[in-house]
């Protein structure tokens, strides 16, 4: 129900953003100026119309649904990571006088903790998780960082993939070792 909602929400700020005149679109991230980093958050929400929302709105649900099976704390922790990480590389790196906006970064940071999480935590179930995610996502994936497409934020895929491996590391599930008690 959680990514249901998270990906409804997506579609009914669309929904305002076009009653409003694309107001929203205001929120999305314009590098460098420090008045933007406020709309770090924000700009994960919103999108540059239907089009934009229905690209994301699949490999969000399924993502964010495999991810958030370890609970929704730990979901909603890994996905403020990500958010916040992606959010602060486009503010960082992103062309002068662009705006970002959009769940993209979040789906590529998903992705990317899923296909690491595994090997960071030690689980083999979720090692053979990450490399079936891999297998099937990883060819668009590894395409979305490049800067091939014009009007696409590659910088926003990228760091979303960063966030994602630092999610990994930073969450990680620590494993702990019973030491022999002497007396």
């Not at 205001?26 to 008045?35: D, E, K, Y």
């Not at 996905?79 to 916040?84: E, M, R, S």
């Not at 497409?149 to 599930?173: D, I, K, N, P």
Request: no cysteine; aromatic share 10%.
């Amino acid at each position: 129900m959680l990514m249901v909602t998270w990906v409804g929400l997506l579609w009914a700020l669309e929904g305002i953003d076009s009653v409003v005149g694309h107001r929203l679109d205001s929120l999305g991230i314009t590098p460098r100026q420090s008045g933007e980093l406020w709309d770090i958050v924000p700009s994960a929400f919103v999108h540059f119309g239907f089009g934009h929302v229905a690209a994301n709105s699949l490999p969000l649900l399924v993502l964010g649904f495999i991810a958030a099976l370890r609970g929704i704390g730990r979901f909603l922790a890994v996905a403020l990571t990500v958010i916040v990480l992606d959010g602060l590389g486009v503010w960082l790196f992103s062309p002068a006088h662009t705006n970002t906006a959009g769940a993209s970064g979040l789906i590529f940071g998903l992705f990317s903790y899923l296909v690491v999480r595994g090997f960071v935590d030690r689980r083999a179930l979720d090692v053979v998780v990450g490399l079936a995610i891999g297998l099937y996502y990883g060819g668009s994936i590894l395409w979305g960082v490049l800067p091939v497409h014009t009007g696409v934020s590659w910088q926003g895929h990228l760091f979303g993939l960063v966030g994602g491996v630092a999610a990994a590391y930073l969450l990680r599930e620590r494993q702990t070792v019973a030491l022999p008690v002497t007396e």
